[in-house]
């Protein structure tokens, strides 16, 4: 594979100033894939000097040129796709099937939804007093600053950047520092597709040094974040300086209820996607499961046969179902829930610990986890594992389905599986989530709002509100 190591500014590949590079491992043996340039404070300025120069002409180029350049970007990553596929299951630990049939699909799809939206987001007439006429412009909001974790590096790439970049703003990203390889394939196809220099900029670095760098700048008028809760909140303080716009899609701990009338079945097989894909490395993974007591021995027993069936092994490998986790810190954060698990007198109900396997010894791997929870204030039933390890709870009736379900200062994905029509439409209601999904989970589409409440942030990625979310508004008066 051709990989990109340099940092890409202003339309070119380039050493990072200091000369400083870091490793980028492969979570299935921990080898070194490259040594990739690493941004400091300096190079975000450079970044961030290019994109403001960039700026005036892609702002006002026609709204149909700048979806035209999205569009052939869309072209060429599904040219690339079987590259992109494998360099994102070797920097991630994605499963290869998955890589092919998700993520680099879903990337190529955003930038071609929002390559199809450039012309068709708009500003509207207001009737106001006779003798004046009202209209409101959509600007964009200027440089945008975007800081992407890990667990979906291709994707969120595009989710950031496609609606930035249709709305008119130029783009400073920074990747996870531990899985950068992707993004710099995309700026080299974004090259080809003919976007202008300085439009997009990537600054893959250490987010204490070039993500705290974006947060503060001055030059940037809006921040982006996925990520954590603890650094969402650092980012708001940073960002105070110049009074940036701030988006925040942060952590999740995901209610899946299943009601005594589900269908049995399409709940288990939903449940362990909702938990198990990306070896649970999403902030919508549906990791609180709350089963209603009448059906919580059938319902286990299914999920339990269905877990330990699932074959681990090398992302690489075909027939691999699920991968390592992404980073040998991660796994131990994440056997560290198993102790924490037992020390609060939960059950470890199916794995709970690394693979015995000879050959995954030297990975980041860790066995599909079920644990059931003593009481739902423990801490396993509160914090984000963000692995495979889903906490079972259960309950009485709906009341206290609910109850369970609102139970923790997240918001973001939510799921439930029943036949009754109307109690579904209540808990779509009543449920404190961003996203609902009813007998499905873990749907996403460029045209659906995805973002959360409490303390999974604020502001909607896709769709029209993520134009909104790039854009500001101008309300313009004529004297008629
Ligand atoms: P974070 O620290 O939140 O990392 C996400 C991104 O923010 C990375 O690019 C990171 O840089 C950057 N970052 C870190 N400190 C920053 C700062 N002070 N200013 C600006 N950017 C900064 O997440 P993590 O440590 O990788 O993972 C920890 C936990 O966060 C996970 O176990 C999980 O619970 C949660 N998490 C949630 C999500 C989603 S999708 N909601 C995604 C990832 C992690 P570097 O990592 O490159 O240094």
Sequence with gaps: MNLRRQLFINGEFTDALSGETLPTLNPHDNSVIAEVALAGREDVDRAVAAARKAFPAWSRMAAADRGRILLRLADLIEANAEELARLESLDTGHPLRDARKLDVPRTAGCFRY??????????????????????????????VGQVVPWNFPLMFTSWKMAPALAAGNCVVLKPAEITPLTTLKIAELMAQAGLPPGVVNIVPGLGSVAGQAIAEHPGIAKIAFTGSTATGRRIVQASAGNLKKVQLELGGKGPNIVFEDAKLTAAVNGAAWAIFHNQGQACIAGSRLLLHEAVADAF??????????????????????????????????????????????????????????????????????????????????????????????????????????????YGLGSGLWTADLQRAHRFARDLQAGMVWINSYKRVNPGSPFGGTGLSGYGREMGFDAMREYTQVKSVWVNV
Excluded: W
């Design 114 to 143: 929002f390559g199809g939206m450039a012309d068709k987001f708009q500003g509207e007439t207001i009737p106001v007093e006779e003798g004046f006429l009202n209209y409101t412009l959509r600007e964009p909001v200027g440089v």
């Design 300 to 409: 286990l027993e299914k999920f339990i046969a269905l877990a330990q069936s699932i074959r681990l092994g090398n992302p690489l490998d075909e027939s691999t179902e699920m991968g390592p986790l992404t980073s040998l810190e991660h796994q131990r954060r994440v056997l560290a829930y198993v102790e924490t698990a037992r020390a609060e007198g939960g059950d470890v109900l199916a794995g709970g610990m690394a693979p015995a396997a000879p050959e995954l010894a030297k990975g980041c791997y860790v066995v599909p986890t079920i644990v059931r929870a003593k009481t739902p204030n423990d801490r396993v039933a509160q914090e984000e594992v963000f692995g495979p390890f889903v906490t079972v709870l259960t309950f009485r009736d709906d009341a206290e389905a609910l109850r369970l379900a609102n139970g923790t200062d």
